[in-house]
């Protein structure tokens, strides 16, 4: 009751024009950078630090927050339309959002994601609300030893997106093992293969990986059968609008993509890409349609959307209440209180409670605000894709290019992107699937830091993934997750034959 | 770079504006044009945070105008400092620096080195405090010695980067106390914010990071502070130095500015007075004091002898904990 009244005076706060307005500056904001590659929320908050210095901290954090959201429902756009994920958390989306575009269901796509986003971001937002000191307990539980175990789990994805041959698979995977080994070894400090370069000490950015071989592989390759193809449009098929059957496909997905999102998201270091490999999986193995998978399945972009929308409230629940940044934009709100003479954490909710529950109450705002941006801008968007093949794929590969550029100012990432470009280009000439690199890039690092950390901590002794309950039983899902299909593919196959 | 550049040029079009119409201070004959910090790390990073800090209070008393503050992140800092280096300037331009810059050089064997720069001043300081969930048995400073000295591996330290200002510390430490530096177990997080998780929830024996990051669970009795690395007592502050705690050793996380070799010294003398002023103002102390950071300024020549002598500290305690040769 007591945080109801809270929530209820957070609305009188952020419901006065003046924080309305900020609010709605700051999602607009937040989409567009969102849609724009290479720029983050993280970098727009830290570039709006400085003007904010004479804001009332109130409205300045309801603009952040508006940003933060904002940028979450924007990074799907280009993610289905173009290939080109914006930033890690929406890679996931560009694999069957991508497929669903070229079949002329971008608006299909783009509206499920959109939906998704705002029932994930109410939903979690609903979590913060009232649950954010539990799961900030159960996010302490997590030590390396829980962490290498989830790591574990989200590497069984893998298994969803090998494709139909498995040493090809497992050839795209190791590839992406080996790039993630690159750089500084942040346990011991000694340089990997970098080659001597300074700017690849720093390890290479799963961004522009993923950018290189989805955007530019995948369009050098289109391009490179079009003068064998006929000239189609990949314009909208049909009505914009989504279907009874694509909604009755798609509530469950939010529902799951939330649950997995939020926890996650609230986890110091759970990042926002596990929850969105866990949501695909998951919806893989639970999908009628699991052929479909890859070819564009309407939950591979439902559940993943809203996982990354809940995760990102789920960043909220500790850095509100323990002052701990998960993610880089966490970070800089975090820098952003100190700039205001704030200390998150448990003195937070007490000292300053105009401020964090105006801040929640926009949160509720700026996911309503979102959704009637978003959804009409569905059917403008995929007017982009009206444009004739030659002139899009060009747009492509600047937008890209661009993009990879404006991450770090960085021209070695220029390099990077165009040498995996081609090489992507080749993995789609060999029939190789892309997504198990990306998978690999991500977990591979996180899971060798998490495990070393683990047993630096025991002492090299093995047995801490067993004997943390935790960690057990993220071990024994994903065992289930890889043992239950094969036993169910050879029942089915002793059964076929009879 | 135009990108970042241009939107930073419309904020600072903006912050502009905002002093233009507040304008209480006279215009000073001697302003600074067109200055540029370099930041060799990301946005929101210590160093960014202070060539921010710097460029809105050096805007406000109009000790510079058109400040503006580029971020070249990667390998520690070299990339940026080896940028500042090989660019030609057309504009002042400032290179933003500290205690993690140094140690970088060092841990990744860097062909450009802090030699190729002049000292312009050093700004500010932050203390590291070592801390323990409250429920860890170890209660005081000589405990935690107590049970390094009985077995080195068995004490695990969450801190920060790999040669950074933690765990030269850490490194530091066991050598004041009669134990290998080799032999401690430190296990190295991304940043405070992981270190505080690991700690809180009991992962690793200790935590070790700069003050503020866990000042808020100190206060509400979350983690006990064992002590603080700074000589003195932070003001305000209830946590015993390491020398009241038996350890002697005090450090510091600094934080300063160097120019181009190049700079003429006309331009060099006015940019220190550009500083020596600023560091006066109302505005930079309450900036400081908003975030902890403790006015620790030291002009051109006093700064260029406290770095000979930490470069010399901080080689040889990476020496120690086998980090190089």
Redesign the interface.
């Known amino acids: 009751m007591e945080t109801l009244s809270a929530l209820l005076h957070g609305f009188s706060v952020a419901l006065t024009p003046y924080n309305l307005m900020w609010s709605a500056i700051g999602v607009t904001l937040g989409t567009a950078i969102g849609v724009l590659p290479g720029?983050g929320p993280?970098?727009t908050?830290?570039?709006?630090?400085?003007?904010t210095?004479?804001l009332d901290p109130t409205s300045a954090f309801i603009m952040f927050a508006g940003i933060f959201y904002g940028a979450m429902y924007g990074g799907s756009t280009t993610s289905i339309l173009l290939n080109t994920p914006g930033e890690s958390a929406s890679i996931v989306t560009a694999l069957d959002g991508h497929a669903m575009a070229r079949k002329g269901r971008g608006a299909q796509a783009l509206a499920t994601a959109a939906i998704g986003s705002f029932v994930a971001g109410t939903i979690a937002t609903v979590a913060l609300t009232f649950v954010a000191p539990l799961m900030v307990r159960v996010?302490?539980?997590?030590?390396?030893a829980e962490y290498f175990a989830l790591m574990v789990l989200a590497l069984t994805t893998v298994t969803a997106v090998l494709g139909d041959s498995l040493p090809r698979g497992l050839a795209s995977l190791f590839f992406g093992l080996a790039l993630g080994l690159v750089g500084?070894d942040?346990?011991?400090?000694q340089?990997r293969f970098a080659l001597g370069i300074?700017?690849l000490?720093?390890g290479i950015d799963v961004v522009v990986v993923a950018v290189g071989l989805f955007a530019v592989g995948e369009t050098l390759y289109n391009a490179a059968r079009h003068r064998f193809e006929p000239e189609e449009m990949y314009d909208l098929k049909g009505s914009k609008w989504m279907s009874r059957e694509d909604w009755s496909r798609s509530w469950k997905p939010w529902l799951r993509g939330t649950l997995i999102g939020f926890p996650i998201g609230a986890l110091?270091?759970g990042g926002s890409e596990i929850p969105t490999f866990l949501s695909y999986l998951t919806e893989k193995r639970l999908s009628r349609h699991p052929e479909e998978f890859g070819h564009g399945a309407i939950e591979a972009v439902a559940g993943p959307e809203a996982a990354n929308n809940a995760s990102a409230a789920g960043v909220l629940a500790?850095l509100l209440s323990?002052?701990?940044?998960?993610s880089?934009t966490?970070?800089?709100m975090?820098?952003a209180f100190?700039?205001?003479?704030l200390?998150?954490?448990?003195?937070?909710f007490d000292n300053n409670s105009t401020l964090v529950w105006g801040l929640i109450a926009s949160l509720y705002i700026g996911n309503v605000l979102l959704l009637v941006l978003n959804l009409p801008m569905a059917g403008v968007w995929v007017k982009l894709l009206a444009i004739p093949r030659p002139w899009l794929y060009a747009g492509i590969l600047i937008f890209a290019t661009m993009g990879a550029y404006?991450l770090?100012?960085?021209l070695v990432d220029l390099v990077i992107l165009w040498v995996i470009g081609l090489i992507g280009f080749g993995m789609r000439v060999l029939d190789v699937p892309v997504a198990p690199c990306i998978v690999g890039l991500i977990l591979g690092p996180m899971a060798e830091?998490q495990f070393r950390?683990a047993l630096?901590?025991s002492?090299g002794d093995l047995s801490v993934f067993v004997t943390h309950p935790i960690s057990l039983a993220l071990l024994l899902i994903g065992l289930l997750l890889i043992l239950v299909p094969m036993l169910l593919r050879r029942r089915r196959a002793a059964q076929l034959p009879a | 770079m135009t990108l970042i550049n241009r939107r930073q040029f419309s904020v600072l079009a903006a912050g502009a504006v905002a002093t233009l119409t507040a304008g209480a201070s006279p215009l000073l004959a001697n302003e600074v044009k067109g200055l540029e910090f370099l930041a060799p790390s990301a946005p929101g990073s210590g160093y960014d945070q202070l060539a921010r800090t710097m460029q809105a209070v050096l805007q406000e008393k109009h000790l510079a105008s058109g400040v503006q503050v580029q971020n070249v992140a990667g390998g520690g800092g070299t990339v940026g400092l080896s940028q500042f280096i090989t660019s030609r300037k057309r504009a002042p331009s400032i290179l933003v620096f500290g205690f993690a810059l140094m140690g970088g050089i060092i841990t990744t064997k860097s062909a450009v080195t802090l030699d190729q720069v002049v000292p312009l001043a050093r700004l500010m300081g932050e203390a590291n405090v070592i801390v323990v969930p409250a429920t860890s048995d170890i209660k005081t400073l000589a405990d935690l010695v107590a049970k390094l000295k009985a077995n080195p591996q068995a004490v695990s330290w969450a801190g920060g980067s790999i040669g950074g200002i933690d765990h030269v510390m850490v490194g530091l430490i066991a050598k004041a106390v009669g134990v290998d530096p080799t032999k401690v177990n430190y296990v190295v997080h991304a940043g405070g914010g992981e270190v505080l998780a690991s700690t809180l929830g009991g992962h690793a024996t200790v935590g070790i990071s700069g003050f503020e990051e866990f000042r808020s669970q100190i206060e509400a009795g979350k983690l006990r502070a064992l002590a603080i690395s700074s000589g003195e007592r932070m003001p305000g502050v209830d946590v015993p130095t390491l020398k009241e705690g038996g350890v002697d050793l005090a450090i510091m996380n600094w934080r300063g500015l160097a120019v181009h070799a190049s700079t003429p010294e006309e331009e060099r003398k006015a940019l220190a007075g550009m500083i020596a002023a600023m560091v006066k103002t109302e505005e930079w102390k309450a900036a400081l004091k908003k975030r902890g950071w403790l006015d620790t300024y030291l002009p051109p020549a006093e700064f260029a002898a406290f770095l000979k002598q930490e470069q010399v500290r901080v080689a040889t305690a990476l020496k120690d904990v086998g980090l190089s040769q």
Do not use: K
């Not at chain 1, 996010?139 to 390396?144: D, Q, S, Y």
């Not at chain 1, 942040?186 to 400090?189: D, F, K, S």
């Open positions: 720029i993280a970098l908050v830290a570039l709006l630090l400085p003007v210095y004479n996010a302490l539980a997590f030590g390396p500084i942040l346990q011991t400090g340089a300074p700017e000490l720093d110091p270091a500790p323990l002052g701990l940044p998960t880089a966490a970070a800089i975090l820098a100190q700039q205001y003479g200390q998150p954490g448990p003195l937070l404006t770090n100012n960085n830091q950390r630096a901590i002492q």
